[in-house]
């Protein structure tokens, strides 16, 4: 299989706990996206990587947010200090960069509850 | 920032009918792709499409850019394709997807 993968696929946390997500893009592409969706909701662009270098966070990502792709394959979403509001779905997905951007594949995402 | 509008919000089909999705946006785009969202949460690529007609299969979507709309057909709906439909427009510097608030499509047996 050589789409997107992403670890764990659930995530169930008390309140007030670290959590880290990982997500494996499709191994060409450079490019990789982070989005949060709630329920009801399209999904909301977080962050994203060209590469290894963080080049955009949104207004949603608060400081207990961090994310990172250190050798520009996979990357890891963390959560500090988890608050009941965090519960969502979380997405990533990948995109090769020819010039301008093509099309974006998601991967499975990950479901986080926060009791 | 760019707006996405997508309607209806909610469609019941019975199977067999055909159907017609559409997506507003508020600014020129250069990009803009339909997805499937299947009860997993799973989105399923439908189609790129930045202008013109394509087709696959069953469904069928026009985006016709100049007039800041897209549209997706479903012919002879199925039960499995019941779900929600997101349409989302490409940022052309980030890529990233600005998405609408989806069609949640039921299509009964």
């Known amino acids: 299989d050589t789409g997107v993968s992403q670890d764990p696929r659930h995530k169930i946390t008390k309140r007030g706990q670290n959590v880290t997500f990982r997500c494996d893009p499709i191994?060409?592409?450079?490019?990789l996206y982070w989005y949060r969706q709630t329920l009801g909701q399209g999904p909301e662009f977080l962050t994203y990587?060209?590469?290894?270098?963080?080049?955009?966070k949104s207004r949603l990502l608060s400081d207990r947010f961090s994310a990172e792709r250190p050798k520009g394959s996979f990357s890891t979403l963390e959560i500090q200090r988890t608050e009941q509001g965090d519960s969502a779905m979380y997405l990533c997905?990948?995109?090769?960069?020819?010039?301008?951007?093509?099309?974006?594949?998601f991967g499975p995402g990950t479901r986080l509850t926060v009791t | 920032g760019i707006q996405v509008e997508q309607s209806p919000p909610d469609l019941i089909l019975q199977e067999g009918a055909n159907s017609t999705l559409r997506c507003n946006f508020s600014?020129?785009?250069?990009?803009l792709q339909w997805f499937h969202q299947n009860p997993w949460g799973q989105l399923i690529n439908l189609f790129y499409?930045?202008?013109g007609t394509k087709q696959n299969g069953r469904l069928s979507a026009t985006t016709v850019a100049t007039e800041r709309y897209s549209l997706l057909y479903i012919s002879s709906s199925q039960t499995t394709d019941s779900g929600v439909y997101f349409c989302?427009?490409?940022?052309?510097?980030?890529?990233?997807?600005?998405f609408g608030q989806g069609t949640t499509l039921q299509v009964k047996p």
């Open positions: 997905a990948s995109s090769a960069m020819r010039g301008r951007p093509v099309e974006q594949y």
């Open positions: 191994s060409e592409h450079n490019r």
């Open positions: 990587f060209q590469n290894e270098a963080q080049l955009e």
């Open positions: 600014d020129s785009v250069n990009n």
């Open positions: 499409i930045p202008s």
């Open positions: 989302a427009v490409v940022n052309s510097n980030t890529g990233k997807l600005i």
